[in-house]
Nanobody, 122 residues
Framework: QVQLVESGGGLVQAGGSLRLSCAAS????????MGWFRQAPGKEREFVAA????????HYADSVKGRFTISRDNAKNTVYLQMDSLKPEDTAVYYC???????????????WGQGTQVTVSS
C-alpha cells in the first residue's frame, strides 16, 4: 500500500506556471507508475499525464501536451507536474495516483491522493 499527498496548487493568472508535487510513503515508490488526473466542477475526472516506474516513459493528454511536464525523483519518493502557459480551462482539482503499470485509465489506478486545487484566472 502507498499513501499519496499532493501539494503546490493555488491561484495563478493565465499564462503563469505552477509546479505540483506528490509525496509518496509506504510501499517502495519505484514499484509504481504514477499518474496525474484532474476534475473540474461538473465534469468527470480526466487523465493528464503519466510516468513509468523508472521515469523513462511519459504520456500526456493532448490538451496539456507541450505545456505540462511530468517527472519523478525516486530518491525523494516524489512525482511532479510542472504546468506552464496555464489556461482558465486548466482549473480543476488535481490528483496524483499510483498504479502497478503505466496507464491512461483512471479505473486501473489503485491509490489516490486527496487532491489539490488549481485555479487559473483570465
Amino acid at each position: 500500500q502507498v499513501q499519496l499527498v499532493e501539494s503546490g496548487g493555488g491561484l495563478v493568472q493565465a499564462g503563469g506556471s505552477l509546479r505540483l508535487s506528490c509525496a509518496a510513503s509506504g510501499r517502495t515508490f519505484n514499484y509504481y507508475a504514477m499518474g496525474w488526473f484532474r476534475q473540474a466542477p461538473g465534469k468527470e475526472r480526466e487523465f493528464v499525464a503519466a510516468i513509468s516506474r523508472s521515469g523513462g516513459s511519459t504520456h500526456y493528454a493532448d490538451s496539456v501536451k507541450g505545456r505540462f511536464t511530468i517527472s519523478r525523483d525516486n530518491a525523494k519518493n516524489t512525482v511532479y507536474l510542472q504546468m506552464d502557459s496555464l489556461k482558465p480551462e486548466d482549473t480543476a482539482v488535481y490528483y496524483c495516483a499510483a498504479d502497478s503499470s503505466l496507464s491512461f485509465d483512471r479505473a486501473s489506478y489503485d491509490y489516490w491522493g486527496q487532491g489539490t486545487q488549481v485555479t487559473v484566472s483570465s
